[in-house]
């Protein structure tokens, strides 16, 4: 079966230090993974999500994951932190070939920018 | 330009009632979501439609039941509320949101649901 962890259910870091939000997937086939943020009281916002290709995939706000199948996982990364992407943070994957689109949803890291 | 709407945001609503959540999506989506969100355990599907008048279970559809009649629009009804179900739910869209977009799940802003 499916399904996404996301190990730490918090990462504090400083404005302006790079951040890492951690993610390991298992999946039986080749695996669709996708990053989403969600601002308070707001839906999810898709980030960025890998299918195939270059390992290091980038997204919006400055945003990039680090595919790494011998590992299982697809880290989140970011230079330089900003204050304004504190939220809360889901990995997601979808297994190749899926008909249905269906997504299995890690349980979310909240993200805390501290200035 | 919002593409998913929720019917409501705040919802208050008494056990034993029956609640009805509305999804609509303008980017002639065919697959289309629902789900709840709760501390700690991430996005639960509920259910989910392939196309209008299809529906699937997902994880936890106990206690759910859904309704799509036209493809744009989604719907999520709780046929006795119960204290168990207040949460968040989220309604999600899979697809192109504009040409040149990604192909990913779009998702509406959420209701919040109180059940006293």
């Known amino acids: 079966a499916q399904s996404v962890a996301q190990p730490e259910d918090q990462v504090n870091v400083a404005e302006g230090n790079p951040l890492t939000v951690k993610c390991t997937y298992s999946?039986?086939?080749?695996?669709?993974l996708f990053w989403y943020v969600q601002y308070p009281n707001r839906g999810l916002q898709f980030l960025l999500k890998?299918?195939?290709?270059?390992?290091l995939v980038k997204g919006s706000y400055g945003f990039e994951a680090e595919f790494n199948k011998s590992q299982t996982s697809f880290h989140l990364k970011k230079p330089s932190a900003l204050v304004s992407d504190s939220a809360l943070y889901f990995c997601?994957?979808?297994?190749?070939?899926?008909?249905?689109?269906?997504?299995?949803f890690g349980t979310g890291t909240l993200l805390a920018v501290q200035p | 330009d919002v593409k998913v709407t929720q019917s409501s945001r705040y919802l208050v609503k008494r056990t034993g009632e029956k609640v009805f959540l509305e999804c609509v999506q303008d980017?002639?989506?065919?697959?289309m979501f629902w789900y709840r969100q709760d501390p700690g355990l991430g996005l639960r599907l509920i259910y989910f439609?392939?196309?209008?008048?299809?529906?699937e279970k997902g994880d936890i559809p106990e206690g759910y039941s859904v309704s799509r009649e036209k493809k744009e629009r989604f719907s999520l009804i709780l046929e006795s509320a119960s204290t168990n179900q207040t949460s968040m739910y989220l309604c999600?869209?899979?697809?192109?949101?504009?040409?040149?977009?990604?192909?990913?799940?779009?998702f509406g802003p959420g209701t919040r649901l109180l059940v006293l």
């Open positions: 997601a994957v979808r297994e190749d070939g899926g008909a249905t689109n269906k997504l299995i």
């Open positions: 999946v039986s086939g080749n695996p669709y």
């Open positions: 890998y299918i195939t290709g270059d390992n």
């Open positions: 980017m002639d989506h065919e697959n």
């Open positions: 439609s392939y196309d209008v008048k299809m529906k």
């Open positions: 999600a869209s899979h697809g192109y949101e504009s040409a040149g977009a990604q192909e990913t799940q779009y």
